[in-house]
């Protein structure tokens, strides 16, 4: 069936840090994939969006990149502030279905 | 301004009782969903209105019904609350239906049912 998985629960860096979320997902559709963030006390916010049109997104300093092949999704920033720590979820999207598919959310701790 | 608004942001209540949270969103959006949040930040799709027609009904208890005077409000009413019920209830809207469009979220309303 339809379906994200986030493997890892809690991820904790220092600032500066390389950052890295895997997310895979399972669909026989065309999909549209999203990366939300959500701040403590906040519902989620889109972070970045990408289609099969444009296998590629940025933003804030965030990247993912949608590949096929190995359905995967994954998020990554290059160095990353205490400013980033939230939860992240990796979304899955189908034309063909009125819902989003969340995945289990990977909370990223920054310490100073 | 334009957002989702939900009221109220907490609310502590007994076994059995009834509550209601209001959803308001300023963004013109067409459709508007109600989210479970649990104490694992798991995410559950509850209900989506577009135009004050329910799309999807995900299998949730009933107790739990949606109620839309109009497009840009969506109140959750849960009738006789139990333990399980304790959670973060997110509102979200959307400009479209289907799972191409963003959604907007609102801040969240934390039940606790004691």
């Known amino acids: 069936g339809d379906s994200v998985t986030q493997m890892q629960g809690q991820v904790t860096l220092s600032e500066d840090d390389f950052l890295f979320i895997n997310c895979t997902y399972s669909t026989t559709w065309y999909p549209t994939l999203f990366w939300y963030v959500q701040y403590p006390g906040e519902g989620p916010q889109l972070l970045l969006k990408v289609t099969t049109a444009n296998n590629k997104g940025i933003s804030r300093g965030f990247e993912a990149t949608y590949d096929k092949g190995t359905t995967s999704f994954h998020l990554q920033k290059a160095s990353v502030q205490e400013s980033d720590s939230a939860v992240y979820y990796c979304v899955l999207g189908l034309s063909n279905y009125n819902v989003l598919y969340f995945g289990s959310g990977t909370k990223l701790t920054v310490e100073p | 301004e334009t957002a989702v608004f939900q009221t109220p942001n907490y609310h502590v209540t007994q076994v059995g009782n009834e509550v209601s949270f209001n959803c308001k969103q300023t963004?013109?959006?067409?459709?508007m969903y109600w989210y479970k949040q649990d104490s694992k930040k798991l995410l559950k799709i509850m209900f989506s209105y577009n135009n004050k027609q329910l799309i999807v009904n995900e299998t949730v208890p009933r107790r739990f019904s949606p109620q839309s005077s109009d497009k840009a409000h969506l109140n959750l009413r849960i009738k006789s609350v139990e333990p399980e019920d304790s959670a973060v209830y997110l509102c979200?809207?959307?400009?479209?239906?289907?799972?191409?469009?963003?959604?907007?979220f609102g801040p969240g309303t934390r039940l606790t049912v004691l």
């Open positions: 963004l013109g959006h067409d459709t």
């Open positions: 979200a809207s959307s400009t479209g239906l289907g799972g191409l469009y963003e959604q907007y």
